[in-house]
């Protein structure tokens, strides 16, 4: 069977994520189509609109055949452990090739700036680190030490945010299993975080900020989703009462953070750079969760990495075990969420032929990132009403999504 | 000025507390009454129905005319903890007389146990360790080392529990400063746990029942009241939404039980005898605080015991600061709350005749109590809307309540 991943967060799923599914199965000629997918909390230090195993759900039925959940761990850092996490862990699994999206939609241009890298790796080191000592976020100073470096035309342009992600791929794959083949589509919405829907592809960003403004799926979401995924975030919301967003989870870290003191809150994995004392004087004003990020955040800390962070201490993600976890290479296991018939059958194979240990059931197994797995489930789910929240937490211990029937 | 203190919680404030302030202003002959105060969580490791300041302002308008502030540290402890914090406080802040409600109403009985404890102490040590070791609760062997040594008939029976307290206080007095007068009125209402309320004079258990049942005032709870009582306590929900008791704080329990492991938890007050195990198992299930409760007592854990640990685990006092602090003898300072006018001259007078650092705001002293006292006020208020709890928070900082007159 050729195998096919793509590293997702589904959140939530639409047109824009279909079309790539679609596109990917044609371009790898992929039998079997394999989603890593972050599980309750994302990349960018966000709780998931909705939960993973909806989330798993909504991919099945459109377009995946085998969802694996990329551990909490690796799902809530910077785009460089982020993708060792889900490449590893697809290519452990067994995939053929990785597709992922981008503006440029050309691998070339992606090899291009992975070759020039690895010819100006000491420049760029070098630049880097003396845009860092000036004081500028991780983020502006690769950008700056990218520049400096001077790509050929032909090359990606990695001082563009949207490359960046992609080029991390390629780099993780050229470096870790270069058999592997890379694959780039070009993203149909030109824009990653428009703020606005112009049509039925829009960006996630936009489809969640409509959504949670109209507390509702308007008629322009729903057009921008592909079939069964609007039922499946409707029948979320009147289930557990809500779709979660940060603001929701304000008053537990509100509470958390003032109930600690500076040295234990210096314990939780990226708490850096003094922040613990900054956080405790917002915290003693802030009133919203957008009103703390604005009193904290410094030209050094950026939102996402001060949203990650808190990430960390909503869930308790401790500086030793994140040290520890991340050690971990490739990831230990290979949890699945969900599967169809295609993807049972590939399953059966990937047992056989690879030697990763794929999980259905955390408890089929005793490790710290399955623990750290538990403790987020309980943050996420702690919004729900009591008994929710239990039956909820108990999901985590149950089998996974299956359809018996491709989608 | 002649001046008498009471230990009290005020849960709220209730005719037999007026009553008991009226006897014992009468029975010492004081000109001023002094009270020292749980704050927002109370000896039997609950929240107060109110917060400190509304229960402190209710006190000086019937019968109290300086409130003072029992050390959170303190009065979330086991009566001999609770009475050393009260009792050397007032001593220290020069009272002349301490005076507490019992059933006995006789304090020669009192003094009688007392000399008789005095005579079996090596006895009573003997019985109370042989049942602990049979695994009986503290209470429990406590209860059966009293009577096996057989008090005189004419001694107060300390194998009944609503005596214990009373005679808690009379050993710290007569072991701290015998020159202080003890003195004991009887109760009006003879039962300390009545659940039910039968007349103008009620137990507290029973008022906050049915309070908390009927959501409101009934008019049978408002006659067990004296002027203005019902006034602040429905202002107190008409503003911030709630009386406080546990079940609301339950999410955040739960919460913050499921996102750390068993090596964090047992670093907290109280958390012995493996209770962190337990404590996980339980939240996995439960969906209200009574039936987490149920799941995890024992024979030896006893309720409240239990929901003094909750409380310290909910407020975040650690191991290592809670003996730091409970070694400090007398408590360091004495925390204003309130007073009136007789109040204030004898703060006057006790500011140069006595060595208590007298505080009114928190901010004069660094101290760890202080801080445990801040984060025991962001515990309480975090079941606030987020605009309050961040300006009852402040309210921590601010001036006492001061009454201009006298009532």
Not at 113 to 133: G, I, K
């Amino acid at each position: 069977m050729r195998s096919c991943g793509v590293v997702v967060e589904y959140n939530p799923f639409h047109n824009g994520h279909y079309y790539h599914l679609e596109q990917a199965r044609e371009h790898s000629g992929a039998d079997v189509m394999i989603a890593i997918m972050s599980g309750h909390f994302l990349q960018r230090g966000e709780p998931a609109i909705m939960d993973k195993w909806h989330r798993a759900e909504a991919a099945l039925k459109n377009g995946a055949d085998l969802v694996l959940e990329l551990p909490f761990l690796y799902a809530v850092q910077h785009s460089d452990y982020f993708s060792q996490g889900a490449v590893q862990t697809l290519i452990e699994a067994g995939v053929d090739a990785i597709c992922f999206g981008s503006e440029s939609g050309d691998i070339d241009a992606f090899m291009k700036a992975y070759s020039h890298m690895n010819d100006y790796q000491e420049e760029y080191n070098t630049a880097l680190r003396t845009h860092l000592n000036e004081g500028h976020s991780f983020p502006e100073s690769s950008r700056l030490a990218y520049e400096s470096i001077q790509f050929p035309s032909e090359a990606v342009d990695l001082s563009q945010p949207n490359n960046i992600l992609g080029y991390s791929y390629v780099k993780q794959i050229m470096s870790y299993a270069p058999s592997v083949t890379p694959l780039t589509i070009h993203r149909k919405s030109s824009h990653y975080h428009d703020e606005h829907i112009t049509g039925p592809i829009a960006s996630a960003t936009s489809i969640r900020r409509q959504m949670i403004e109209a507390g509702a799926l308007t008629k322009e979401t729903k057009q921008t989703m592909p079939a069964e995924v609007p039922d499946l975030l409707d029948d979320y919301k009147n289930t557990y009462g809500c779709w979660h967003q940060w603001e929701a989870y304000f008053h537990l870290l509100q509470y958390k953070v003032l109930t600690m003191d500076e040295e234990t809150l210096r314990c939780f994995h990226g708490m850096d750079e003094g922040l613990e004392y900054r956080l405790k004087r917002a915290m003693k004003k802030a009133v919203t969760f957008e009103d703390f990020m604005n009193r904290v955040k410094t030209k050094r800390y950026t939102w996402t990495r001060l949203q990650r962070t808190m990430t960390h201490l909503l869930v308790g993600t401790d500086k030793d075990e994140a040290r520890r976890g991340l050690r971990e290479t490739p990831p230990p296991y290979a949890r699945i969420l969900g599967m169809n018939e295609t993807g049972r059958k590939y399953l059966k194979w990937a047992k056989k032929e690879t030697e990763t240990s794929f999980i259905t059931q955390p408890q089929a197994m005793q490790h710290p990132l399955l623990d750290l797995e538990s403790r987020a489930a309980a943050a996420y789910y702690s919004l729900l009403p009591a008994a929710d929240r239990v039956s909820r937490l108990n999901r985590e211990y149950e089998a996974p999504v299956i359809l018996s029937t491709n989608m």
